[in-house]
């Protein structure tokens, strides 16, 4: 059986983080697969599903552009033959619209989703809550570390979670981006719902 490719953006963030729950999430599961940090853009060609992680969005988005990245993401996007997972701060990168906009993001405007950067307010930089995810039979403990919002989704894209009015999660055929940061916990069902979508 072929493994299947997924590759994490080796820029800035939560990298290695990812790359353990991706590996350990692969051990849970019948898919087989490998992990592979990515610091090339040739290597986007070979993949079947990449990792944005967490970390400041300005500093990943503009790296992804200048290296050239971005490019090979989309040419692959476009084709409907790379998934993609953006957390925290890879999800603003995923968005086609920033709400709160300074301009210093590049966005790959690949989902039909709208972000807002540190919604959650100061007093709430950082914190952990249960959540209600589609589809997932208990509750999931989500962890934000100035987290984003999605503020806004249309057409083909699907809310996965909310607290309050704020999305949370949201998915679009094989992309998939949330404001929370599933590598910092044990709890491995978002990688496997990842993998499920490859
Ligand atoms: N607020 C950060 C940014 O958008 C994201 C923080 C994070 O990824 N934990 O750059």
Request: aromatic share 6%; glycine share 6%.
């Amino acid at each position: 059986m072929v493994k299947k490719k997924i590759g994490v953006i080796g820029i800035q963030g939560a990298i290695t983080e990812h790359i353990h729950s991706m590996q350990n999430a692969l051990m849970e599961s019948s898919v087989k697969g490998e992990v592979l940090i990515v610091k090339d853009r040739k290597q986007i060609k070979f993949l079947d599903a990449l990792i944005i992680p967490g970390g400041e969005s300005t500093t990943i988005s503009k790296l992804i552009n200048k290296f050239g990245f971005e490019k090979e993401i989309l040419k692959r996007i476009e084709n409907k033959d790379l998934a993609l997972m953006g957390t925290c701060a890879g999800c603003t990168i995923l968005a086609s619209e920033l709400l709160d906009n300074f301009h210093d993001v590049k966005l790959l405007n690949a989902m039909n989703i709208a972000v807002k950067r540190n919604a959650f307010g100061r007093q709430k930089e950082s914190f952990e809550q249960k959540i209600k995810i589609k589809n997932f039979k208990h509750a999931y403990n989500a962890v934000f570390i100035r987290a984003p919002a999605i503020e806004k989704i249309w057409n083909n894209c699907e809310i996965l979670a909310k607290i309050d009015d704020k999305i949370v999660m949201a998915r679009q055929d094989n992309l998939l981006a949330m404001s929370f940061h599933p590598e910092l916990t044990d709890d491995l069902r978002i990688h496997k719902y990842f993998l499920d979508i490859i």
